[in-house]
């Protein structure tokens, strides 16, 4: 009975050194003497290990989430910077050909007034006849003749004529 009191305080003492179970495990003299741990001990300290372990991974799943989701915020937000500077700078391209497009239209009509105004009326007749490929005309219109005998261009201007 003596021999069996011992081994009961010995199991009470181990139970209490559960929480250094990590630095016991850890031991060579015990890694290579597995039956130094009663199967209760050793099932109560992997299930304490497990237990930690798992937190561990929880936290870490976390953390990972979170950094994720700043990662996700962060891309989503230069996106968007992106896509406001790409608008910008159309907007500032769109302008400028506007710009050009008004000042060689301004200096087309400065040359020949006539031969832009034909020009101008061509582009009138095809925005109104659209995708019509046929538009049966009497020799007896205008827009015959228009067709048929645009004005003659003036002649060009002279160097440093304007």
Known sequence: ???????????????????????????????????????????????????????????????????????????????REMVAEARAEEARIKGQADADADRIRNEAFQKDPEFYAFLKKLEEYQRILGDRSVLPLSTHRALFDMLLQPPKPSAPLKKGEQ
């Open 1 to 79: 009975m003596h021999h069996q009191s011992i081994r009961h305080a010995l199991a009470l003492a181990k139970l209490a050194l559960a929480p250094f179970a990590l630095v016991l495990l850890a031991s060579p003299a015990l890694a290579r003497d597995s039956s130094a741990l009663p199967p209760a001990v050793s099932d109560a300290i992997f299930a304490r290990i497990r237990s930690e372990r798992g937190k561990k991974v929880a936290d870490y799943e976390s953390m990972g989430k979170k950094e994720a989701e700043d990662i996700r915020t962060a891309a989503e937000r230069k996106s």
